[in-house]
């Protein structure tokens, strides 16, 4: 056995799909690509906000295989940087915006909806609690989304895309706001949340190879 379940190699264990389940491959294959298909946004764009998502999912035969379609299609690797910046920024935002249930949890007379937005009325007692992490955090949030190589619209639209593949609420409800803030779409947002869903899908299925390798072993 290899020391590393990350061998390229074990990609090969993929074209065995073909004949364990014929009928499934084929509709994700089908899926997929029309996901990927230009649209409201480019093909660069998607690929774009694929590497974002491939860094959510933390599945590193995504990350090399979207990122080389992304310079494909013409991105550059400061976008590529940016646009993963975004993910941790989305993703640190999670963390801070559920911090309001730990709130909640201590609080015996906290009787808000699980996900209510009167909760978000409560992240002031981290600015208290830890004063210095909390204005870090606010400094660091803030220069992920400003703009650079990406447009401050095309983050939000990834954000919005991360938040679905967090599945942070407060995350989807504030990106989302702000994207159309921005100028982003509906059409432009409902795609990018479909690329989310291939990436999370196709994550499911390039372990696969890894499954099948084991098995064989």
Known sequence: MSNSFYQKENLKNLNRIKDLAPDQLHAFSEFNSGVFKEGALTKKEKEIIAVAIAHVTECPYCIDSHTRSAKAEGASLEELVEAVFVVSGVEAGGAVTHSTHMQNALDPEANDA???????????HLSK??????????????????????????????????????????????????????????EELSEAILVASALLAGGAYAHMANMIQSYGE
């Open 114 to 124: 699980l996900y209510a937005r009167s909760n978000l009325n409560k992240l002031g």
């Open 129 to 186: 609690s830890a004063p210095d992490g909390f204005k870090a955090y606010s400094v660091f949030s803030a220069a992920a989304m400003k703009a650079g190589k990406l447009s401050v619209k095309f983050k939000e639209v990834i954000a919005v895309a991360v938040a679905h593949a967090t599945q942070c609420p407060y995350c989807i409800d504030v990106h989302s706001k702000n994207a159309e803030k921005a100028g982003a779409s509906r």
